[in-house]
Protein backbone atom coordinates (compact mmCIF):
# COMPACT_ATOMS: atom_id res chain seq x y z
CA UNK A 1 0.00 0.00 0.00
CA UNK A 2 1.18 3.19 -1.14
CA UNK A 3 1.92 6.15 1.59
CA UNK A 4 -0.69 7.99 -0.48
CA UNK A 5 -3.34 5.04 -0.39
CA UNK A 6 -2.72 4.43 2.79
CA UNK A 7 -3.49 8.28 4.07
CA UNK A 8 -6.52 8.05 1.66
CA UNK A 9 -8.05 5.34 3.49
CA UNK A 10 -7.45 6.42 6.74
CA UNK A 11 -9.01 9.76 5.57
CA UNK A 12 -11.57 7.63 4.16
CA UNK A 13 -12.57 5.89 7.53
CA UNK A 14 -12.41 9.18 9.30
CA UNK A 15 -14.77 10.57 6.83
CA UNK A 16 -16.85 7.66 7.50
CA UNK A 17 -16.84 7.92 10.90
CA UNK A 18 -17.29 11.18 11.41
CA UNK A 19 -20.58 10.91 9.21
CA UNK A 20 -22.04 8.01 10.75
CA UNK A 21 -21.43 10.31 14.06
CA UNK A 22 -22.80 13.25 12.48
CA UNK A 23 -26.17 11.08 11.00
CA UNK A 24 -26.19 9.70 14.97
CA UNK A 25 -26.41 13.29 16.12
CA UNK A 26 -28.82 14.39 13.64
CA UNK A 27 -31.34 11.72 14.15
CA UNK A 28 -30.89 11.91 18.06
CA UNK A 29 -32.07 15.48 17.71
CA UNK A 30 -34.49 15.10 15.71
CA UNK A 31 -35.80 12.55 18.14
CA UNK A 32 -35.72 15.23 21.27
CA UNK A 33 -39.25 16.88 21.11
CA UNK A 34 -37.77 18.92 23.39
CA UNK A 35 -35.47 20.93 21.18
CA UNK A 36 -38.38 21.46 18.88
CA UNK A 37 -38.79 25.21 17.99
CA UNK A 38 -41.39 27.18 20.17
CA UNK A 39 -44.94 27.69 18.05
CA UNK A 40 -45.11 30.58 16.43
CA UNK A 41 -46.49 33.21 18.77
CA UNK A 42 -50.30 33.58 19.08
CA UNK A 43 -52.50 36.23 20.72
CA UNK A 44 -55.52 35.54 22.17
CA UNK A 45 -57.97 38.83 22.57
CA UNK A 46 -60.77 36.88 24.47
CA UNK A 47 -59.97 35.37 27.80
CA UNK A 48 -61.53 35.77 30.92
CA UNK A 49 -60.27 36.10 34.63
CA UNK A 50 -63.20 34.26 36.66
CA UNK A 51 -63.09 32.84 39.91
CA UNK A 52 -64.45 29.17 39.71
CA UNK A 53 -67.30 27.73 41.53
CA UNK A 54 -68.00 24.13 41.82
CA UNK A 55 -71.30 23.17 40.48
CA UNK A 56 -70.24 23.60 36.33
CA UNK A 57 -69.09 20.03 34.61
CA UNK A 58 -67.31 19.15 31.57
CA UNK A 59 -68.30 20.73 28.40
CA UNK A 60 -68.03 19.44 24.83
CA UNK A 61 -66.55 21.76 21.90
CA UNK A 62 -69.25 22.62 19.67
CA UNK A 63 -72.46 22.05 22.23
CA UNK A 64 -75.00 23.70 20.23
CA UNK A 65 -74.67 21.72 17.15
CA UNK A 66 -78.01 19.61 18.18
CA UNK A 67 -80.04 22.10 20.17
CA UNK A 68 -83.09 20.72 21.91
CA UNK A 69 -86.80 20.81 20.81
CA UNK A 70 -88.86 22.18 23.87
CA UNK A 71 -91.54 23.31 25.20
CA UNK A 72 -92.33 26.49 27.46
CA UNK A 73 -94.28 24.03 30.37
CA UNK A 74 -91.38 21.39 30.53
CA UNK A 75 -88.41 21.65 32.50
CA UNK A 76 -85.83 24.09 30.48
CA UNK A 77 -82.93 22.55 28.31
CA UNK A 78 -79.42 21.88 29.72
CA UNK A 79 -77.64 25.01 28.71
CA UNK A 80 -74.46 22.73 28.25
CA UNK A 81 -73.98 19.39 26.35
CA UNK A 82 -71.59 16.76 27.42
CA UNK A 83 -72.98 13.64 24.83
CA UNK A 84 -69.24 13.76 23.58
CA UNK A 85 -66.32 11.13 22.70
CA UNK A 86 -64.03 13.49 25.11
CA UNK A 87 -65.84 16.34 26.77
CA UNK A 88 -63.54 19.07 28.19
CA UNK A 89 -62.71 18.69 31.81
CA UNK A 90 -62.99 22.37 33.94
CA UNK A 91 -61.08 24.03 36.10
CA UNK A 92 -61.27 22.47 39.82
CA UNK A 93 -60.70 25.81 41.24
CA UNK A 94 -59.57 29.38 40.55
CA UNK A 95 -56.22 28.43 41.52
CA UNK A 96 -55.95 25.41 39.01
CA UNK A 97 -58.00 27.66 36.30
CA UNK A 98 -54.60 30.45 36.76
CA UNK A 99 -52.42 27.55 36.76
CA UNK A 100 -53.90 25.64 33.62
CA UNK A 101 -54.82 28.64 31.61
CA UNK A 102 -51.19 29.81 31.72
CA UNK A 103 -49.58 26.61 31.01
CA UNK A 104 -51.94 26.42 28.14
CA UNK A 105 -50.89 30.02 27.10
CA UNK A 106 -47.07 29.13 27.51
CA UNK A 107 -47.02 25.73 26.02
CA UNK A 108 -48.99 27.18 22.72
CA UNK A 109 -46.91 30.09 22.94
CA UNK A 110 -49.94 32.30 23.45
CA UNK A 111 -50.37 35.93 24.55
CA UNK A 112 -53.96 36.86 26.07
CA UNK A 113 -55.96 40.01 26.64
CA UNK A 114 -57.55 38.90 29.41
CA UNK A 115 -60.86 40.84 31.37
CA UNK A 116 -63.44 39.91 34.40
CA UNK A 117 -62.60 39.18 37.89
CA UNK A 118 -59.89 42.16 38.79
CA UNK A 119 -58.77 39.88 41.48
CA UNK A 120 -58.27 36.89 39.28
CA UNK A 121 -56.80 39.18 36.56
CA UNK A 122 -54.23 40.90 38.52
CA UNK A 123 -53.30 37.50 40.27
CA UNK A 124 -52.52 36.40 36.35
CA UNK A 125 -50.75 39.37 35.46
CA UNK A 126 -48.46 38.49 38.73
CA UNK A 127 -47.77 34.91 38.08
CA UNK A 128 -46.94 35.31 33.96
CA UNK A 129 -46.51 39.27 33.10
CA UNK A 130 -44.89 38.88 29.72
CA UNK A 131 -48.67 36.43 28.39
CA UNK A 132 -51.11 38.28 30.38
CA UNK A 133 -52.43 42.05 28.33
CA UNK A 134 -55.12 43.21 31.50
CA UNK A 135 -58.16 44.70 30.10
CA UNK A 136 -60.71 46.33 32.02
CA UNK A 137 -64.44 44.74 31.87
CA UNK A 138 -67.91 46.74 32.25
CA UNK A 139 -71.43 47.02 30.88
CA UNK A 140 -73.23 49.66 32.44
CA UNK A 141 -72.81 52.73 34.59
CA UNK A 142 -74.00 50.62 37.48
CA UNK A 143 -70.79 48.68 37.49
CA UNK A 144 -68.24 51.81 37.69
CA UNK A 145 -68.44 55.39 37.78
CA UNK A 146 -67.17 57.58 35.08
CA UNK A 147 -64.17 58.81 37.73
CA UNK A 148 -62.94 55.56 38.36
CA UNK A 149 -62.93 54.53 35.24
CA UNK A 150 -60.82 57.03 33.91
CA UNK A 151 -58.37 56.31 36.75
CA UNK A 152 -57.96 52.87 36.25
CA UNK A 153 -57.21 53.45 32.62
CA UNK A 154 -55.02 56.24 33.42
CA UNK A 155 -53.26 54.07 35.61
CA UNK A 156 -51.75 52.39 32.82
CA UNK A 157 -52.48 49.22 33.77
CA UNK A 158 -55.11 47.92 31.36
CA UNK A 159 -54.46 48.42 27.57
CA UNK A 160 -58.17 47.22 27.05
CA UNK A 161 -61.60 47.81 27.55
CA UNK A 162 -63.28 44.66 27.31
CA UNK A 163 -65.40 42.82 27.35
CA UNK A 164 -68.17 45.05 27.28
CA UNK A 165 -71.42 43.50 27.24
CA UNK A 166 -74.57 45.68 27.25
CA UNK A 167 -76.78 43.21 25.62
CA UNK A 168 -76.89 41.49 28.25
CA UNK A 169 -78.82 44.02 30.34
CA UNK A 170 -81.15 45.13 27.36
CA UNK A 171 -78.90 48.05 26.30
CA UNK A 172 -77.64 48.88 23.33
CA UNK A 173 -73.93 49.79 22.81
CA UNK A 174 -74.87 53.08 21.64
CA UNK A 175 -77.09 53.91 24.59
CA UNK A 176 -76.23 57.27 26.16
CA UNK A 177 -75.82 55.92 29.39
CA UNK A 178 -72.34 54.42 28.16
CA UNK A 179 -71.14 57.11 26.05
CA UNK A 180 -69.44 59.57 28.47
CA UNK A 181 -67.14 55.68 29.03
CA UNK A 182 -66.42 55.42 25.42
CA UNK A 183 -65.25 59.29 25.60
CA UNK A 184 -62.63 58.55 28.05
CA UNK A 185 -61.73 55.07 26.25
CA UNK A 186 -61.05 57.20 22.32
CA UNK A 187 -59.84 60.07 24.74
CA UNK A 188 -56.82 57.83 25.92
CA UNK A 189 -56.61 55.74 22.61
CA UNK A 190 -57.64 52.57 24.63
CA UNK A 191 -59.34 49.75 22.13
CA UNK A 192 -62.83 48.29 23.34
CA UNK A 193 -64.63 44.80 22.47
CA UNK A 194 -67.72 44.90 22.76
CA UNK A 195 -69.97 41.65 22.72
CA UNK A 196 -72.64 41.39 19.94
CA UNK A 197 -74.56 38.82 19.00
CA UNK A 198 -74.25 34.77 19.86
CA UNK A 199 -75.59 33.96 23.12
CA UNK A 200 -76.55 30.14 23.16
CA UNK A 201 -79.92 28.51 23.08
CA UNK A 202 -82.54 30.06 24.95
CA UNK A 203 -80.34 32.85 26.50
CA UNK A 204 -83.45 34.99 26.73
CA UNK A 205 -85.56 32.92 27.92
CA UNK A 206 -83.41 30.54 29.79
CA UNK A 207 -80.89 32.15 31.60
CA UNK A 208 -80.83 36.00 30.67
CA UNK A 209 -84.36 37.46 31.13
CA UNK A 210 -82.76 40.67 29.61
CA UNK A 211 -80.93 39.61 26.93
CA UNK A 212 -82.36 40.60 23.39
CA UNK A 213 -81.18 38.98 20.46
CA UNK A 214 -81.94 42.61 18.28
CA UNK A 215 -79.46 44.41 20.23
CA UNK A 216 -76.57 42.70 19.49
CA UNK A 217 -77.36 43.98 15.70
CA UNK A 218 -73.75 45.11 14.51
CA UNK A 219 -75.82 48.14 12.76
CA UNK A 220 -76.31 48.87 16.61
CA UNK A 221 -72.52 50.25 16.69
CA UNK A 222 -73.22 52.75 14.23
CA UNK A 223 -74.27 55.58 16.25
CA UNK A 224 -71.27 54.89 18.74
CA UNK A 225 -68.99 54.97 15.84
CA UNK A 226 -70.22 58.42 14.52
CA UNK A 227 -70.00 60.13 17.81
CA UNK A 228 -66.76 58.50 18.30
CA UNK A 229 -65.15 58.50 15.30
CA UNK A 230 -61.47 58.14 17.11
CA UNK A 231 -62.71 55.35 18.82
CA UNK A 232 -60.77 51.43 18.52
CA UNK A 233 -63.49 49.16 18.46
CA UNK A 234 -63.86 44.99 17.74
CA UNK A 235 -66.90 43.11 18.06
CA UNK A 236 -66.69 40.16 20.03
CA UNK A 237 -67.86 37.40 18.69
CA UNK A 238 -67.83 38.82 15.19
CA UNK A 239 -72.02 39.62 15.74
CA UNK A 240 -72.65 35.59 14.76
CA UNK A 241 -74.85 34.97 13.14
CA UNK A 242 -75.47 38.43 11.45
CA UNK A 243 -72.57 38.14 8.39
CA UNK A 244 -74.33 40.18 6.12
CA UNK A 245 -74.57 43.07 8.59
CA UNK A 246 -71.17 42.48 9.83
CA UNK A 247 -69.87 42.90 6.87
CA UNK A 248 -71.49 45.59 5.62
CA UNK A 249 -70.71 47.38 9.30
CA UNK A 250 -66.88 46.66 8.15
CA UNK A 251 -66.97 47.99 4.77
CA UNK A 252 -68.80 51.35 6.32
CA UNK A 253 -66.47 51.80 9.10
CA UNK A 254 -62.94 50.95 8.19
CA UNK A 255 -61.27 50.65 11.59
CA UNK A 256 -63.76 48.17 12.77
CA UNK A 257 -61.70 44.58 13.71
CA UNK A 258 -63.89 41.03 15.00
CA UNK A 259 -63.00 38.41 17.07
CA UNK A 260 -64.17 35.04 16.81
CA UNK A 261 -64.38 33.75 19.99
CA UNK A 262 -67.02 32.05 22.19
CA UNK A 263 -68.91 31.11 18.30
CA UNK A 264 -65.52 29.32 17.53
CA UNK A 265 -66.25 26.40 20.25
CA UNK A 266 -69.70 26.61 20.91
CA UNK A 267 -71.68 26.65 17.32
CA UNK A 268 -71.84 23.82 14.82
CA UNK A 269 -67.74 23.47 13.67
CA UNK A 270 -69.30 23.80 9.52
CA UNK A 271 -71.52 26.87 10.79
CA UNK A 272 -68.44 28.62 12.57
CA UNK A 273 -66.21 27.57 9.57
CA UNK A 274 -68.73 28.63 7.32
CA UNK A 275 -68.76 32.37 9.43
CA UNK A 276 -65.55 32.84 9.14
CA UNK A 277 -65.00 31.69 5.50
CA UNK A 278 -67.66 34.83 4.42
CA UNK A 279 -65.57 37.34 6.06
CA UNK A 280 -62.45 36.39 4.71
CA UNK A 281 -64.27 35.20 1.69
CA UNK A 282 -65.44 39.23 1.81
CA UNK A 283 -62.42 40.47 1.87
CA UNK A 284 -61.68 40.75 5.75
CA UNK A 285 -59.49 38.45 6.88
CA UNK A 286 -56.97 41.43 7.48
CA UNK A 287 -59.60 42.52 10.55
CA UNK A 288 -60.57 39.07 12.17
CA UNK A 289 -58.84 38.56 15.64
CA UNK A 290 -58.27 35.04 16.95
CA UNK A 291 -59.90 34.81 20.35
CA UNK A 292 -60.75 31.86 22.35
CA UNK A 293 -63.73 33.41 24.99
CA UNK A 294 -61.55 30.82 27.46
CA UNK A 295 -63.69 30.35 30.50
CA UNK A 296 -63.38 27.36 33.21
CA UNK A 297 -62.02 24.82 30.06
CA UNK A 298 -59.01 25.30 29.67
CA UNK A 299 -58.86 22.84 27.15
CA UNK A 300 -60.87 24.97 25.12
CA UNK A 301 -57.54 27.50 23.60
CA UNK A 302 -55.76 24.81 21.77
CA UNK A 303 -59.36 23.40 20.31
CA UNK A 304 -60.44 26.59 19.19
CA UNK A 305 -56.79 27.52 17.47
CA UNK A 306 -56.51 24.30 16.17
CA UNK A 307 -60.18 25.78 13.58
CA UNK A 308 -57.83 28.46 12.24
CA UNK A 309 -55.31 26.02 11.68
CA UNK A 310 -57.00 23.17 10.18
CA UNK A 311 -59.58 25.73 8.20
CA UNK A 312 -58.62 24.47 4.53
CA UNK A 313 -60.19 27.77 2.99
CA UNK A 314 -57.89 30.08 4.71
CA UNK A 315 -54.33 30.86 3.19
CA UNK A 316 -51.26 30.06 5.83
CA UNK A 317 -50.45 33.89 5.69
CA UNK A 318 -54.48 34.73 6.53
CA UNK A 319 -54.01 31.86 9.19
CA UNK A 320 -50.97 34.09 10.63
CA UNK A 321 -52.73 37.07 10.22
CA UNK A 322 -55.96 36.14 11.86
CA UNK A 323 -54.06 34.00 15.24
CA UNK A 324 -51.16 36.97 15.06
CA UNK A 325 -50.50 39.48 12.55
CA UNK A 326 -53.72 41.45 12.84
CA UNK A 327 -53.75 41.78 16.60
CA UNK A 328 -50.04 43.51 16.51
CA UNK A 329 -51.43 46.07 14.05
CA UNK A 330 -54.29 46.67 15.94
CA UNK A 331 -53.24 46.79 19.26
CA UNK A 332 -49.72 48.74 18.28
CA UNK A 333 -47.43 46.18 19.66
CA UNK A 334 -44.09 45.15 18.26
CA UNK A 335 -43.68 42.01 16.25
CA UNK A 336 -40.29 41.52 17.82
CA UNK A 337 -41.42 41.53 21.23
CA UNK A 338 -42.72 38.08 20.53
CA UNK A 339 -39.88 36.31 19.23
ZN1 LIG B 1 -69.09 37.73 24.95
Redesign the pocket.
Known sequence: MSGFLFFESIFMLRRAVVSSLLSSILIAVAALPALAAAPEPIIDVHVHAMKIRPGIGPVCPWFLTDMPGGDPHMEPPAFFNTDCDNPLQPASSTEDYQESALAEAERLNVTMVVGGDDDVLRSFKKANPKRVIPSLSFSSAEDISLEDFRDKLESGYYKVVG?V?PQYRGMSPSDMSLDPYFGVAEELKIPVAI?MG?GGNGMANITQPNYRASLGHPFELEELLARHPKLKIWV??AGYPMADAMIALMGAHAYVYVDV??MIWSYPLAEVNRYIERLATAGFAKRILYGT?LLLWPGLMETSINVIKNADYLSEQQKRDILFNNAVRFFNLKEDDFN
Do not use: Q
Request: aromatic share 0%; hydrophobic share 35%.
Open positions: EAHTMHAGD
